[in-house]
């Protein structure tokens, strides 16, 4: 079985200010079903008042893979 892994960069934390960012490499599955994640592109962040540029991705499985998700699959603000 090959293990599928990628480094995206998402929000360090929810209310990241425009310039919080991270570069985690994750499990390239969908923490629900255990399917493939989805193709990443680049897309925007708003945290209500600022934005960010960050990846994203839609699960063809149709789970949502909120960025809290990543960040605790990745260990970060455990």
């Not at 570069?23 to 923490?31: A, D, H, K, M, Y």
């Not at 925007?44 to 990543?70: F, M």
């Amino acid at each position: 079985m090959t293990v599928t892994t990628k480094t995206v960069r998402i929000p360090s934390c929810e209310q990241h200010e425009g310039f919080h960012s991270v570069e985690v490499t994750v499990l390239w599955e969908c923490p629900t079903c255990g399917g493939p994640r989805g193709e990443v592109f680049d897309t925007l962040s708003y945290d209500g008042s600022r934005r960010l540029s960050v990846h994203g991705w839609r699960n063809p499985c149709g789970h949502i893979d909120g960025y809290a998700t990543v960040r605790r699959e990745a260990g970060i603000g455990q």
